[in-house]
C-alpha cells in the first residue's frame, strides 16, 4: 500500500514535469513569425533609419495579415533606435477596438476604419481623428491542388461560380474553356474558404460581388456568406487542407501558398495574371483614395485591366489620429512610420512576400506622417 | 508509579449540562469557528462569481440580442458584420450537443472497459504504466490534439468514412460524399480521446475504492471474476462513472481549440454525420472572437450563454441521477 502511494507520487511529479514540458513548448512556438526578418540585413541597414527622439516602449495590436512584415521592420528599427515596439496580430478588429479605447499607439487594419468607428475615435484623438495609412499590400492567391493541372486560368465568373457551388466538377465546360490545353479531371471541386472571420475573406468576396456582379449574390464581408463549401480556420488551416484534398482550392495570403500551385486570373488583360509582389503592387497603383482629409484609405479596383495588375490585392492600413496623438508616444510612433514608409522599409516588402505600396501613393503616406501631431 | 496511587484513581471530573451540549453540536473552540468561517466565506465567494458571470454575460447578450434581425434561436446564420446584423445558435447548439454524444458514446465504454482492467485484471505491473500513460493524455493541451487531428486523424478517416458510407450511408446519418473528412464525427472522434483520460482516471479511483469484502463475499458464493465485476463492482460504482463522465462531458462541451482546427463550420444542419459542416458554441467564438467588432463579441457572449445554460442543465441532470442512487455512494461502504 504504502509502496503504491509513493509511486503514485512519483507518476504525479512526472504527470507535472511532463505537461509543464509541454506548456513551455507551446509558448516557444508562438513568434514564429520573427524568423522573415532577414537577419543579413539587420546591422547593414540600421545605420540610416532616424529615431529622432524615439524612446521607450509601443504598444500595437491589428491585423495579423500585416504581422510577418512589422515584426520584421520592428526588429530593424528597435535594433537601431533601442525602441520596444509590441505589435500583437490579434486581428483587425482587436486593434481598432484597443485603438479606440486609447490603449494603443497606433493599430493595423485589414480594412479602412467605418465612418462610426472614425466617429469613436475622435474621443480619443483629441482635436483630431483616426485616419488610415496604407503601409502593406498583398496579393491573395488561388491555390489548388489538381493532380496533373499546373497552370490553371481563371476568369472572376468562374471563380465565383466554383465557390458558390455552380460549378462542381473541374472538367467544367467553363474551365476547359478558358483552359484548351490543359488535361482536366473529373474531380469533384471542394472550395474551402475561412471559418473564422478575416480581412482576406472581406477583400476576396468584394473582389467577387465587384468583378463578377451576376455569379456573386452573397455580398461581402468578413464572414464567409455563400452556402456550402468546406472551412478551415486561417490562411495556414487553408494551406493545409489545399494540400491534404485532392480537388481543393481556396484562397490565402500569397506567401502560404508558396508551395502550391496557383491560379492565373484572365482579367482582360493581355496575358492571364500570376499572384506576385509585383503585380499586387501594380493592382494598388490602380486604386483610387478614397479617404477625406488626411485619411488615405483605398479603394481597389477589382477590375482593373491594367497589364500584369492582379485584381485580388489586399492592402492593409496603420491607424494612427491625424491630431492629439498622445505626447509620449508621438515621437516614436512617427519615426517607426517615417521608417516603414521609406524606400528601405517598403524595399523588405517584397522578400517576404508582401507588395510595397506604389510610389505616388507612398509620397502622400509620408507626407502625411511628417504632419502628425 | 506507586501502588497508593493507582488505588484511589483521580474523580474524572463530570462534564456540566452545558457543556454537553455543547460538545454535541461541535464547533466551539476557535480553530473550528475561524475554519467554518473560511468555508462558508469561500462558498458564499463562488456564489458572487457565478452571479457575477451571469449578470455580465445577459446584459451584453440583451444588447446584441435586441439588434439582431433574425430569430436568435432558429437562424441558419451568423453574421454581425451586416447591416442589420443576422445571428442565430440553432447550428452551434445542434452541433455543441451532437459531437459530445458521439463523444460519450465512444469514450464512455473504453474508459470503464480501461479502468476495469487496470483495478481487476491486469497484474499490477502492468496496470501502473497503463495508468500513467492514461494520465499523461489528460496533459496534452488541446490545441495540440487539434494539430494532431487535422495532421494525422484527419487523413486517415477517409477509409473509415468510405467503409461506413458503403455498409451505413442507407441510414443517412452515415452517407458521404467524397469530401474531406472534417465532420462532426471526426470531432467526436477527437473528442473521445480527449476526455478519456479523465473518465478513466476517476472511474479508476472509485473501481479502487469498492470495498474488499463485497468482492470477497461474492467470490466465497463462487462468482467468477465477470460476475464479480458485474454484481459488486459496477453497482458500487456507478455513481462514480456517471460524476467521471460528466466531468468528461463538460470537458467535450466546452473544447475550442481542437474544433476549431479540425471541424470545416458551416451554418448548416447535415443529416449526415459524416457532412462536413455544422459548428460548436466554442469553435464558433474561437473563430469570430479576434476579428469581431464590439457588437459582434456581444452576439458571441450571447451564444456563450447558451452554452453556460446547457452545461447548467447537464450538471444538474447528472446531479439528479447520482442522489437517486445515493445507496451505492462511498458514505455507506
Redesign the interface.
Known sequence: MKLQRK?RRA?AL??IA??GA??LT?CGSDDTGNSNGGDSTATANAGSIKCDDAKGQLLADGS?AQKNAIDAWVKQFSAACQVQINYKG?????G??AFNQGTVAFAGSDSALKPEEITESKKVCSGGQGIDLPMVGGAVALAYNVEGVDNLVLDAPTIANIFSGKIKTWDDAAIKKLNPDAKLPST?I?A?HR?????TTDNFTKYLSTAAKSDWTY?D???W?A???????GSS?LA??VK??SG?ISYMEESYAKDMSTVAIDTGASEPVKPTSDSATAAIADAKVVGTGKDLALEINYNTKADGAYPITLVTYEIVCDKGNKAETLPTVKAFLTYIASEEGQGMLADISYAPIPDDIIAKVRTTIAGLS | MDIATQDTPPPTPQPTEAERKRAARGATRPGDRVFLGLARGSGIFLLAIMTAIAVFLTWRAAIAISKNEGNFLTTFEWNTGTQPPVFGIAVLAYGTVVSSIIAMAIAVPIAVAIALFITHYAPRRLGGPIAYVIDLLAAVPSIVYGLWGVMVLVPQMNGLFGWLNDYFGWTGIFSWEEGAPRSMLTVGILLAIMILPIITNVSREVFNQVPQMHEEAALALGATRWEVVRMAVLPFGRSGVISASMLGLGRALGETMAVAIVLSPDFLIHGSLLDPGGGTFAQNIAAKFPEADEFGRDALIASGLVLFVITLLVNGAARMIIARRKEYSGANA
Do not use: C, Y
Open positions: 509511486n507518476l512526472g504527470a511532463f505537461s509541454l506548456a507551446a495579423s490579434g486581428g483587425s478588429g482587436a481598432i477596438t469533384k471542394q474551402f471559418s473564422d472571420e478575416s480581412g455580398g464581408g468578413k464572414a456568406a452556402p456550402g463549401g468546406q472551412a478551415a480556420s488551416g493545409q487542407a491534404q484534398t481543393a
